[in-house]
């Protein structure tokens, strides 16, 4: 059975720093995209970052140049780092991992793209 599982969310006063980390269990996903997405309350699930197998990432305009995406192929685990964080940034932040292999620059943001989701995690970031 695939599992991923999301650690690291918590409380933060604005301007602070989180690091998320997704450990993936029952298959690898050494040669598949991974991302990370975000649904505050009463809003839809958004796209906030993406990394390919090979180490190619993208990330939404909101969190450009405060959130990283980098994974452990070996560890079968992606992490976002995430600094000067705002209270918008507020969310359940979800891991996901694409089944198919892909090509070493594909790294989607759409949510269709991807096929397994873990169960969340939640950041707070207060003003």
């Known amino acids: 059975q695939v599992q991923l599982v999301e650690s690291g969310g918590g409380l933060v006063q604005a301007g602070g720093s989180l690091r998320l980390s997704c450990a993936a269990s029952?298959?690898?996903?050494?040669?598949?995209?991974m991302a990370w997405f975000r649904q505050a309350l009463a809003k839809e699930r958004e796209f906030v970052a993406a990394?390919?197998?090979?180490?190619?990432?993208r990330y939404a305009d909101s969190v450009k140049g405060r959130f990283s995406i980098a994974r452990a192929n070996a560890k079968n685990t992606v992490s976002l780092q995430m600094n000067s964080l705002e209270p918008e940034d507020t969310a359940v932040y979800y891991c996901?991992?694409?089944?198919?292999?892909?090509?070493?620059?594909?790294?989607?943001?759409?949510?269709?793209?991807?096929?397994?989701w873990g169960q969340g995690t939640q950041v707070t970031v207060s003003s």
């Open positions: 996901a991992a694409r089944s198919r292999p892909s090509n070493t620059d594909y790294a989607p943001s759409f949510r269709w793209e991807y096929d397994y």
């Open positions: 029952g298959r690898t996903f050494s040669r598949s995209a």
């Open positions: 990394i390919s197998w090979s180490g190619y990432s």
